[in-house]
């Protein structure tokens, strides 16, 4: 059987984190950056098999799969010089301009993994990155025998295919993705100037502000180039607001309280499937720094943790939650450091 070969043009977190996933599939992998360092620290943990000194080079190379994985306004730059029969996707986060860019290609997918970290750069990223997430993968122009091609390899990174348009795609992150950035925002801006409030922010703050720490300069690319979706989902969101503020006004409590219960119902529903990982933590100096070891090593994305003091001192169990495929990644780098892992 002939190895199959990718080439990823863009090798941050997510090309590679695809890389990663290529690579232990069996996939020989090319990369390109146009820095330099990410390229080669892409290359140092295994994300890469080489690397190109070019994006024509890259390109020139032929390979079975070429993945456009920078920031949306280089991929859509690109993809207007891009001239190959080779089957090409994206991974940008706004799909309409993207695939009009692409619509002189014979083979061309526009894709977004529903995945992703605070922290950016190949050294965040992880062979469970994609594992349970939702890809979609655009049916705009696209050939059914492509679609067909490119959902196993998906599938293989661990993401479950979802077949949508671009303009469907780019209605729905609107709300769900780039909406939740701009509030994130804007709650940061309305406690900025009260020092008591950002002194007791805690959990429920942290939570709802978490998006806030992406790095910004993508994210206003990727705002722009959906700004008419998301001006309306933030219409939409004034509009919810007003309606609830109008009933706080009221002060009766039997206008407010189903909207907080319809509420509760529906976060229910969207809870994220995460495994606990539980290690025993000895009372001694060092125990806390061995974790913290294992979970640079592992790079897996932990979603929340609590330390549990033993009832009569002598330590105690400290569980981090993170995503069902990076449980058995973050187990082995714990037990590496010598460290007891509940199985």
Do not use: C
């Not at 069996?26 to 990410?38: L, M, S």
């Not at 010089?81 to 002189?104: E, F, I, N, R």
């Not at 994130?184 to 429920?204: K, M, N, Q, R």
Request: proline share 5%; glycine share 10%; no cysteine.
């Amino acid at each position: 059987m002939t190895e199959r070969r990718a080439a990823i043009a863009g090798t941050g977190l997510i090309g590679a984190s695809i890389g990663l996933g290529l690579v232990e599939a069996g996939w020989q992998v090319a990369g390109w950056d146009p820095d330099d360092r990410v390229k080669s620290d892409a290359r140092e943990i295994g994300a890469l098999s080489t690397t190109s000194i070019s994006l024509a080079d890259l390109v020139a190379s032929e390979p079975d799969l070429l993945i456009l994985a920078g920031p949306i306004e280089a991929v859509i730059a690109t993809l207007g010089q891009l001239d190959t029969d080779v089957l090409t996707v994206d991974v940008a986060g706004v799909k309409q301009p993207v695939v009009a860019a692409a619509s002189h290609l014979s083979r061309f997918v526009g894709t977004h993994p529903m995945a992703g970290r605070e922290i950016s750069g190949p050294r965040a990223a992880s062979l469970g990155l994609f594992r349970g997430a939702a890809w979609v993968v655009t049916t705009d122009g696209a050939a059914i025998g492509d679609l067909v091609e490119l959902e196993p390899i998906l599938e293989s990174l661990g993401a479950r295919p979802v077949r949508m348009t671009a303009a469907e795609h780019d209605a729905a992150v609107a709300k769900i993705s780039h909406l939740p950035q701009l509030l994130a925002g804007a709650l940061l801006a309305t406690v900025a100037s009260d020092p008591h409030a950002l002194a007791l922010a805690a959990g429920s703050f942290r939570d709802l502000t978490r998006v806030a720490a992406s790095d910004p300069v993508p994210w206003v690319g990727l705002l722009n180039a959906n700004r008419t979706e998301v001006l309306s989902a933030a219409t939409a969101l004034r509009a919810e607001l007003d309606r609830l503020a109008g009933r706080l006004n009221k002060g009766d409590r039997d206008l407010l309280e189903p909207v907080l219960i319809d509420a509760q119902r529906r976060r229910k529903e969207l809870a994220p499937p995460v495994v606990a990982v539980r290690v025993a933590v000895a009372d001694q100096p060092g125990e806390l720094a061995k974790v913290g070891r294992s979970l640079e090593a592992s790079a897996v994305d932990v979603r929340d943790l609590q330390l549990r003091h033993a009832p009569y001192g002598g330590g105690g169990v400290l569980t981090l939650a993170v995503r069902p495929g990076d449980a058995e990644t973050l187990r082995a780098a714990l037990r590496r450091e010598g460290l007891i892992v509940a199985d």
